[in-house]
């Protein structure tokens, strides 16, 4: 081998050497920062909420056709009627404004008291005297009304002016149109505050 000329093996050596030597000089840098792998979470089974009801195939009990308007009695007899049978015809009425979508009658007492005032329970009384009878339109049935009232006030199916139940409503329906119920009627207020009864 000739002077100055290195062996394989020593320039082998020399060039590692010269590696180490440039690694050890050099800074280390830090790797940057790899995102972190998120994998794809399976969706959440969805929580069942609120059912909402399902309509009933079946109509509930007491559901269907309108029945129609309300039971009343049949035209009873003429005379002073019994206190049972004015509460029953009350009743009637009260039903028959509830099924024309109007309030029921809740002053009972007033109803007595100008069906007693007025005809004393009897569903065939015709006012001969007064001066609506003079006009030529008296007043007729259990709470007196004339016949133009009557018609008026009279609901469909009720239109018998001498027939408790129709009279009481068209009567009802009247009081509420000209003093805003049946309890406001002059001749109730009179009595109850001491006074005498007044026509309505």
């Known amino acids: 081998m000739r002077p100055g000329t290195l062996s394989a093996t ?8 010269v590696v180490i030597l ?4 050099v800074q280390p840098v830090s790797p940057r920062p790899r ?8 969706a959440e089974p969805a929580r069942p909420g609120p059912v909402a009801p399902v309509p009933p ?12 308007p309300p039971f009343k009695d049949p035209a009873p007899a003429c005379g002073p009627a019994r206190t049972d ?8 009425a009260s039903a028959a404004l509830e099924y024309a979508g109007e309030p029921p009658i809740t002053d009972r007492d007033a109803l007595r008291l100008i069906i007693a005032a007025e005809s004393s329970g009897d569903p065939c009384v015709v006012n001969t005297w007064d001066a609506n009878a003079r006009r030529g339109t008296p007043s007729i049935g259990l709470v007196q009304t004339i016949r133009p009232t009557f ?3 009279a609901l469909t199916g009720y239109g018998d002016i001498r027939h408790p139940v129709d009279n009481i409503v068209a009567g009802v329906r009247y009081a509420r149109g000209r003093y805003g119920s049946e309890s406001n009627v002059p001749g109730v207020v009179g009595r109850r505050t001491g006074s005498h009864y007044s026509g309505y």
């Open 22 to 25: 440039t690694l050890s000089s």
């Open 57 to 68: 195939s079946v109509p509930p009990a007491g559901a269907g056709p309108d029945p129609g």
């Open 10 to 17: 020593d320039r082998a050596l020399a060039g590692a050497l």
């Open 85 to 92: 049978a004015l509460d029953r015809w009350i009743a009637q």
């Open 35 to 42: 995102p972190a792998l998120v994998w794809p979470q399976p």
């Open 151 to 153: 018609d008026r006030w």
